[in-house]
C-alpha cells in the first residue's frame, strides 16, 4: 500500500464490516456458465449473502457550486481570503472517518491526501502525483487541480498558497492543522504580510447538513498474546522519559529551574499511539483499528478522555486496574484551558493540532518527537512472530485467490477488477484472527493499473484482460498482525516493454530485500537501490519505495520508511515497493514486508554492527513477464529461491486446496520468462 478501519469478548473482538468486491458484468458478454463445482455456487451462508447484498450507491460528479456559495458567505462575514479545508481530523489520521471527510464533501475529491483551498473567486485542489489523475477525473468545474510536488510547480500546498497570499486572511479549523505546519504556515505568511485565521466554528461542518455521526461502535482489548508487552511497562518507559527532559530554561540561565519550567507531563493525540500504549483496539475508522480519544500521562496520574459509550465492562475493568482516569471526550479543551495537571510544561508532539498548542500558550508546552512512535515503531519478539503468522496465512489466501483468479480467465470468464478484489478478501476472511482489510482493495488492468491508487467501483470496474498486468495491491487485518502485499502478473503474453519494465522493477525489489547496511543507515540512504535498474532504462516512479507498518493497528507507520532520515533498528519492519506506471496504458508494482535484523558478514568490521532483511510476505512472483536476459545470477537464483520457499512455507496451509496447491508448485518449478514465439510467429505456452 503506498505511503503518502453487551460486554465484547478480548479474544474475538467485532469484526470491522469492510467493504467487499464483487462483479459487474455486461448484460452482453458472452462466456460460458458457472460450473456447478465451482465460481459462484461455491459461494454459501454468508458469504453467499454478503455477495448478493453487496449493493453499491451510484456514484456522481458532485455540483459543488451551491456547497462553495456557503463558504465563500461564511468567509466574507469572517473577511476571509482563502479558506483551507485539510484532510486530517483533529487527530491529524491520514485515513479518517465518515464524519470527517470534509475536504472529500466540499471537492469531491475523495483521495485520502489533499488539501482544498477556497478562495472568493475559485477553489483548488493541492494533492500529490498519486492522485492527479484521480482528482482530476473526480472534481467538477470549479474547482483547478494543482499538481503538488510537480516539476516547476509547488512542492506542497503549504508553497502554492504563501506563493499567492499577500496582505490576506487565511482561515482554517486550527483542530485540523498540526502544531508544527501551523507553526510554518504562520512564519511564511508572515512575510507576505498575511496572516492564519481560525474561526470558532468549521465551516464544512457549518454547512454540511447530512454529515454522518461518530462511531459508536465498542472498544476491545488487544491481549498480552498479541501484544508482548503489559501496559503498565509502556507507561512506565514514558515516565522515565518525560523525567528525562531537561528543564525548559534558556541555555544562558545559570538559575534553578523553577517548578513551571519543569516537565510534567505529556498529551498524546495520535489515535494509534493511543491504542498501542494502552492494548486498545476500535472501530472508528474504515481499515484502522482505532478509536477517537485523547491520553494524558503525568508522572502521578493517567487521564483518557472518550465517548464513555464505547467501554464494556470488561474495557472498565481493564483501565480501573491501570489507575486510568475516564473523562468524556471534549473535555480535554477544558481540562487544558483549566491546567488541572498544575504546574509545569507539558510535551507535546508536532503532529499535535494547533488548537491545542493555543489552548495551552506557549508557556505551557514544549514540542518534542513522539516518543511513542518510536516505541511502538519496534516490535517485540511476539509481535513479529504475530506479524510472520498473519502474512503466511494471508499469503496462502492469496495463492488460493490466484489459483482461483487464473483458472477463471483460462476458461475463458470474464473477471472484473471490482469481483477480483471482493473474491480474494471472501479467501481472506476465511483465516484465523481475521478482522476487515488493512485498506481498500487496489485491484487494477490496463490503463487502470496506472493509476497508483486506484481502486474499483462495482459499477464501473474494468474486465482483467490478458493484454496488459493486472495489479493487486491488498492486505488483511489480523488480530496478530496488518498485512501489505502487491503483485502484478500478466494472463497472456506480455510485450517487450512491459517485460523490460517489470525485470526493472523486479531488480529494484531484489536489490532492496537482499541489502546489507550498518547501523545508522537510513531509508533514504537506501531508496536509491530500489531506483537504480529502472534509472538505466530512464524509468522512475513518483511514490515513495516503502513504509513502515503497524501491529493491527495503520498500514502506513513512521516514524521510520525508504524516505525518511531515521536510522533503521532491528524490530522495524517495513514494505519494498518499487513500481512503474506507464500512464493511460498500464502499471505494475511489486511489494512485500520486510523485518530488519542482525545479520552475520565475513569481514564483521566495527563488530555486530550489521543489518539486513527478513522477509515477511509469503506471496509467488511471477515468472512470466521477467527478461531471464536483464538479470544477474544472482537475481535470478533469488527469484528461484523465493518461489521455492513460499512452496515450502505454505503447502500446509494449501493442503485441502488442490487447486492452489497445483498452481503454487507450477510457479515454485516454472522458468524465468516466456517462451519466443516460433517461426511464423507461432506460440506455445507450457503452462
Request: net charge neutral.
Amino acid at each position: 500500500m503506498l505511503e503518502r478501519s453487551p460486554s465484547v469478548d478480548s479474544e474475538r473482538p467485532p469484526l470491522y464490516k469492510s467493504p467487499t468486491r464483487t462483479s459487474s458484468r455486461s448484460s452482453g458478454s458472452k462466456r460460458p456458465p458457472f460450473y456447478s463445482n465451482d465460481s459462484a455456487s461455491t459461494l454459501v451462508g454468508s458469504a453467499y449473502e454478503r455477495k448478493i447484498n453487496d449493493v453499491e450507491s451510484i456514484k456522481e460528479k458532485v455540483d459543488t457550486a451551491e456547497r462553495l456559495d456557503d463558504i465563500r458567505k461564511l468567509m466574507a462575514k469572517e473577511k476571509l481570503d482563502y479558506y483551507v479545508v485539510p484532510s486530517e481530523d483533529p487527530h491529524q489520521s491520514e485515513y479518517v472517518a465518515a464524519s470527517d471527510k470534509r475536504r472529500a464533501w466540499i471537492s469531491g475529491f475523495t483521495g485520502s491526501a489533499g488539501q482544498a483551498i477556497i478562495s472568493k473567486t475559485a477553489a483548488y485542489l493541492v494533492t500529490d502525483s498519486r492522485y492527479w489523475l484521480q482528482a482530476r477525473d473526480e472534481l467538477d468545474s470549479n474547482w483547478h487541480l494543482i499538481p503538488g510536488g510537480a516539476v516547476d510547480g509547488p512542492k506542497d500546498w503549504i508553497d502554492w498558497l504563501v506563493d499567492r497570499a499577500k496582505d490576506s486572511k487565511v482561515g482554517i479549523d486550527a483542530r485540523m492543522i498540526s502544531h508544527e505546519k501551523a507553526t510554518l504556515l504562520n512564519t511564511q505568511l508572515n512575510h507576505k504580510n498575511s496572516k492564519l485565521i481560525y474561526p470558532p466554528q468549521n465551516f464544512i461542518d457549518i454547512v454540511w447538513k447530512e454529515k454522518p455521526l461518530r462511531s459508536k461502535e465498542p472498544i476491545f482489548i488487544q491481549s498480552l498474546e498479541f501484544t508482548g508487552r503489559e501496559v503498565g511497562t509502556k507507561i512506565a518507559e514514558v515516565r522515565a522519559w518525560i523525567q528525562a527532559q531537561p528543564p525548559a530554561v534558556p541555555s544562558y540561565s545559570k538559575t534553578t529551574p523553577t517548578p513551571a519550567q519543569m516537565h510534567i507531563g505529556t498529551l498524546i493525540t495520535s489515535l494509534s499511539s493511543i491504542a498501542w500504549l494502552l492494548n486498545l483496539r476500535g472501530s472508528d475508522i474504515p481499515f484502522n483499528p482505532l478509536f477517537y480519544a485523547y491520553l494524558f500521562i503525568s508522572l502521578d496520574r493517567v487521564v483518557l478522555f472518550l465517548d464513555p459509550v464505547k467501554l464494556t465492562d470488561e474495557v472498565e475493568d481493564h483501565l480501573r486496574a491501570l489507575n486510568i482516569e475516564r473523562k468524556e471526550y471534549n473535555d480535554i479543551w477544558a481540562f487544558l484551558r483549566r491546567r488541572e495537571w498544575g504546574e509545569g510544561k507539558v510535551l507535546i508532539s508536532p503532529e499535535t493540532s494547533y488548537a491545542i498548542s493555543l489552548m495551552l500558550t506557549h508557556f505551557r508546552y514544549t514540542v518534542a518527537p513522539s516518543f511513542i512512535d518510536t516505541m511502538k515503531a519496534i516490535k517485540n519478539e511476539v509481535e513479529l512472530e504475530g506479524l510472520r503468522r498473519a502474512y503466511l496465512r494471508d499469503g496462502a489466501a492469496y495463492v488460493k485467490w490466484l489459483a482461483w483468479l487464473e483458472h477463471k480467465i483460462q476458461q475463458g470468464y470474464d473477471i472484473t477488477e471490482y469481483e477480483a478484489a471482493w473474491r480474494l478478501t471472501e479467501y481472506r476472511r476465511q483465516n484465523k484472527h481475521y478482522w476487515g482489510l488493512a485498506y481498500e482493495n487496489i485491484s487494477a488492468s490496463g490503463p487502470n493499473a496506472a493509476l497508483p491508487h486506484y481502486s474499483p467501483t462495482k459499477s464501473g470496474a474494468r474486465m482483467i484482460d490478458r493484454d496488459t498486468p493486472y495489479l493487486n495491491d491488498s492486505g488483511g487485518q489480523y488480530r496478530d498482525g496488518t498485512c501489505d502485499t502487491t503483485r502484478t502478473i500478466h494472463f497472456g503474453r506480455p510485450s517487450a516493454d512491459q517485460s523490460e519494465a517489470y525485470t526493472r522493477v523486479l531488480q529494484g525489489h531484489i536489490a532492496i530485500d537482499s541489502a546489507v547496511f550498518p547501523e545508522g543507515t537510513t531509508g533514504s540512504q537506501l531508496d536509491v537501490l530500489a531506483r537504480r535498474a529502472l534509472w538505466k532504462d530512464g524509468l522512475n516512479y513518483m511514490h515513495g519505495t516503502g513504509h513502515g507498518f503497524g501491529s493491527f493497528l495503520n498500514v502506513h507507520e513512521g516514524p521510520h520508511g525508504f524516505s525518511s532520515s531515521v536510522a533503521l533498528v532491528p524490530g522495524h519492519v517495513i514494505t519494498n515497493e518499487p513500481g512503474f506506471y506507464l500512464e493511460g496504458r498500464w502499471g505494475m508494482r511489486i511489494e512485500s514486508a520486510l523485518a530488519i535484523r542482525r545479520v552475520k558478514t565475513k569481514g564483521e568490521f566495527n563488530g555486530d554492527v550489521w543489518l539486513g532483511f527478513e522477509r515477511l510476505t509469503c506471496v509467488p512472483i511471477q515468472t512470466r513477464m521477467v527478461k531471464e536476459s536483464m538479470l544477474t545470477k544472482e537475481e535470478k537464483q533469488w527469484l528461484k529461491d523465493h518461489n521455492k520457499k513460499c512452496l515450502e512455507r505454505l503447502e500446509p496451509l494449501l493442503k485441502d486446496d488442490k487447486r492452489a496447491l497445483k498452481w503454487l508448485k507450477r510457479e515454485s518449478d516454472r522458468g524465468i520468462g516466456i517462451a519466443a514465439p516460433g517461426p511464423g510467429g507461432i506460440t506455445i505456452d507450457w503452462d
